[in-house]
T-cell receptor, first 114, second 111 residues
Framework: SAVISQKPSRDICQRGTSLTIQCQVD?????MFWYRQQPGQSLTLIAT?????????ESGFVIDKFPISRPNLTFSTLTVSNMSPEDSSIYLC???????????FGQGTRLTVV | QKEVEQNSGPLSVPEGAIASLNCTYS??????FFWYRQYSGKSPELIMS????GDKEDGRFTAQLNKASQYVSLLIRDSQPSDSATYLC???????????FGTGTQLKVEL
């Protein structure tokens, strides 16, 4: 399985500011996925990031709020923009294994907006 | 109907017992399924995947897929306190690689 490094691991941010989360993979992957896990909830897919094209966002998530970059096959960033307390969540980066659809996760970013 | 459904629990079992975790899915889910374990404050960890009807065993874990009844289960034999975690069932939706997760079942293994 791929080794996924995500940072920061946690942050406390002021409302109205933005935070950029980085995800680095130790091997080249076609697709990278960004999930949100709100307190006590399961994982919800925010968007799928392919290198060289715009990210594909799921219903309820928009690019202005969650801009994503994918400059190469091993790296992606997710920005949470104009934050409010409702954005307090764990944000997770995920990639698939080389051979199939099994997904592996980074250690997550625990975001608290105050 | 939600695409992937789980009972949130908590499910409590005594140490050494078999824990049985269940998941049902809708027609919108293709038949590739995954079980993840998530300890509190940690990210999900893949423990089993199953693609074919029937049973798949890996150590103390057995995944079962019943396509006719549209359910997936995870059995944990000889449950240990270290198995106490939330178990997430996930399936592929959207005709591609999108993973949809259930809400998770909290398992507590008691001494």
């Amino acid at each position: 399985s791929a080794v996924i490094s995500q940072k920061p691991s946690r942050d406390i941010c002021q409302r109205g500011t933005s935070l950029t989360i980085q995800c680095q993979v130790d091997s080249q992957v076609t697709m990278m996925f960004w999930y949100r896990q709100q307190p006590g909830q399961s994982l919800t897919l925010i968007a799928t990031a392919n290198q060289g094209s715009e990210a594909t966002y799921e219903s309820g998530f928009v690019i202005d709020k969650f801009p994503i970059s994918r400059p190469n096959l091993t790296f992606s960033t997710l920005t949470v923009s104009n934050m409010s307390p409702e954005d307090s969540s764990i944000y997770l980066c995920s990639v698939e294994s080389g051979g199939g659809t099994e997904a592996f996760f980074g250690q997550g970013t625990r975001l608290t907006v105050v | 109907q939600k695409e992937v459904e789980q009972n949130s629990g908590p499910l409590s079992v005594p140490e050494g017992a078999i824990a049985s975790l269940n998941c049902t899915y809708s027609d919108r889910v293709s038949q590739s399924f995954f079980w993840y374990r998530q300890y509190s404050g940690k990210s999900p960890e893949l423990i089993m995947s199953i693609y074919s009807n029937g049973d798949k065993e890996d150590g103390r874990f057995t995944a079962q897929l019943n396509k006719a009844s549209q359910y997936v289960s995870l059995l944990i034999r000889d449950s240990q306190p270290s198995d106490s975690a939330t178990y997430l069932c996930a399936g592929i939706t959207g005709g591609g690689n999108k993973l949809t997760f259930g809400t998770g079942t909290q398992l507590k293994v008691e001494l």
